[in-house]
């Protein structure tokens, strides 16, 4: 089994940065791809970013894309994901996953396995 711990998230203004970090455990590290989501209060989980268990292919979704960047540590079993320019719009908590063998999806129901989320707050 893989467990799953989010850090790095916190209150900031909008225009600053926050970078999250998931730290994996209990399976090697390149058996799995793993993804960013984030739910807001009164709305779906929306799909954030995904990166393949090599780290060579990564999806953004339509909201961050060209903004935020997903990679992953191998050296340190984690992943993480920078989000520059922060506008209100992102706040939300922030959920990593992860999905066994080498596809990468942007559903969340294809993940086998969630860790409990980290708070991103952005005041205008």
């Known amino acids: 089994q893989v467990q799953l711990v989010e850090s790095g998230g916190g209150s900031v203004q909008a225009g600053d940065s926050l970078r999250l970090s998931c730290a994996a455990s209990?399976?090697?590290?390149?058996?799995?791809?793993m993804g960013w989501f984030r739910q807001a209060p009164g709305k779906e989980r929306e799909f954030v970013a995904a990166?393949?268990?090599?780290?060579?292919?990564?999806y953004y979704g339509d909201s961050v894309k060209g903004r935020f960047t997903i990679s992953r540590d191998g050296a340190k079993n984690t992943v993480l994901l920078q989000m520059p320019s922060l506008t209100p719009e992102d706040t939300a908590v922030y959920y990593c996953?992860?999905?066994?063998?080498?596809?990468?999806?942007?559903?969340?129901?294809?993940?086998?396995?969630w860790g409990r989320g980290t708070q991103v707050t952005v005041s205008s």
């Open positions: 996953a992860f999905q066994y063998g080498a596809t990468v999806s942007t559903e969340a129901g294809k993940y086998n396995g």
């Open positions: 209990g399976r090697p590290f390149t058996s799995y791809a």
């Open positions: 990166i393949s268990w090599s780290g060579g292919t990564a």
